[in-house]
């Protein structure tokens, strides 16, 4: 199980003394958190992508990670959000295999469409073709990182003619891909198509609603031939805040939830936190609402925090990293790892990467000759041969028909 946390780089206000961090306050303190999580033996930190106020986070995350993975020498690096929507995907080719090297491999991302409308037609799209431009986007990315002297055409960017992408990945291998998505179906089903793997932002819908979706991946996974549905590699979000005792958290926390832009002057606090995975109390209030995330998830790979929104102050953020790196997560990792199953897989690493694509065990994208995909896909070729056959058929006994009917015997 790999933990850690990520940011979205919200510049918020704190609502219990009026001041807002600049801008430049907000980035140094992300840069901090990093550091802190690598200090305190996470597995992950992630960074989301942002183009509008009220967010820092990096418009381009690799100029973070980059300056991250100089300053870190262990802990992965990952994105908790790349819009691969409204983001040339020969940009995303380029920039995280750039990182790739730079971070000797501990680069991976989270594709995924955001949730700010606006910054569509900023960078020339429209946002009612969001589903589309994440297919055909993906569908490029994954073959610049795959394939030399690329030609593409599609429908929304111009096209490629003998196009090699660099620097051309780490040891040929790209970096992992997870596919993030709240509620769009199509998502989980493009991260199964390509045996990658799927992080559901587990932080505003209830848990029946993140069962279903990360249910379908598996399934859609398995349909795919990559392998049993518990095998597919499921990620978690979650946001958490703790103090000594649940009075005091939620005491100090109350003021930033109500005022918070993502959920505040909604629901209550009690209210959300019952009706999403959000957790405000003790360590062990954590350790033990987390570790109920496996019975509807099942046994997953990733679980990643959100730890500074909402106008938290840094040392807050760094109090909150704390009481996860060295009394929640131990505890998580330790139930995770013994409850789950020998054939289910940690999660991937550059290294296990690399072993997979020597041994030749590299996902078959749709699925490889043994997959019940294949077999679909075989099953509708037959049928639409048969379908064919009995047209030309039907066609013929037409033709001969109206050739021989409307004839008149000249001896009659």
Request: charged share 25%; aromatic share 10%.
């Amino acid at each position: 199980m790999q933990l850690g946390v990520f940011t979205i780089g919200d510049v918020t206000r704190d609502p219990t003394t009026g001041r807002a961090p600049t801008e430049n306050e907000r980035i140094k303190a992300t840069v901090a958190m990093a550091r802190k999580a690598e200090e305190l033996g996470m597995d992950v930190f992630a960074t989301g992508q942002h183009h509008n106020p009220p967010f820092v986070a990096p418009a381009n995350p690799p100029v973070l990670m980059a300056a991250v993975a100089a300053q870190t020498e262990r802990i992965q690096l990952s994105t908790a959000t790349t819009l691969i929507t409204t983001t040339d995907p020969v940009r995303i080719a380029e920039d995280y295999a750039y990182v790739q090297h730079l971070a000797d491999g501990r680069v991976d991302l989270t594709m995924g469409r955001g949730n700010t409308g606006p910054v569509y037609p900023w960078f020339g799209k429209d946002i009612r073709q969001g589903i589309p431009l994440a297919v055909e986007n993906y569908q490029l990315l994954h073959r610049l990182w795959r394939e030399e002297g690329v030609n593409f055409s599609g429908r929304f960017r111009t096209p490629l003619q003998g196009f090699t992408s660099t620097p051309r990945p780490l040891d040929d291998v790209p970096p992992f891909v997870w596919h993030g998505s709240i509620r769009s179906p199509e998502i989980p089903e493009q991260a199964a198509f390509y045996g990658d793997g799927f992080f559901h932002n587990n932080i505003f819908w209830n848990k029946e609603h993140t069962e279903r979706m990360v249910a379908f991946y598996r399934q859609r996974y398995e349909y795919y031939g990559h392998g049993s549905a518990d095998q597919a590699i499921v990620g978690l979000g979650g946001q958490v805040f703790m103090a000594r005792n649940s009075q005091d958290a939620v005491r100090r926390f109350r003021p930033y939830f109500d005022n918070a832009p993502v959920y505040g002057h909604g629901p209550s606090l009690e209210s959300f936190m019952e009706q999403t995975p959000l957790t405000v109390g003790s360590p062990q209030q954590v350790i033990e609402r987390t570790l109920s995330f496996r019975e509807y998830a099942g046994d997953y790979q990733r679980q990643l925090f959100l730890v500074d929104h909402a106008g938290l102050p840094l040392k807050d953020v760094l109090e909150q990293m704390d009481f996860l790196g060295e009394e929640v997560f131990p505890v998580l990792r330790k139930e995770f790892d013994a409850a789950r199953p020998a054939h289910v897989p940690e999660a991937p690493t550059h290294a296990s990467l690399v072993a997979r694509r020597a041994a030749g065990e590299d996902p078959v994208p749709g699925g490889g000759p043994d997959s019940q995909a294949a077999r679909d896909r075989a099953a509708r070729g037959r049928a639409a041969r048969d379908r064919a056959a009995k047209d030309r058929a039907a066609a013929e006994e037409a033709a001969s028909r109206q050739g021989t009917g409307g004839t008149q015997d000249p001896t009659a």
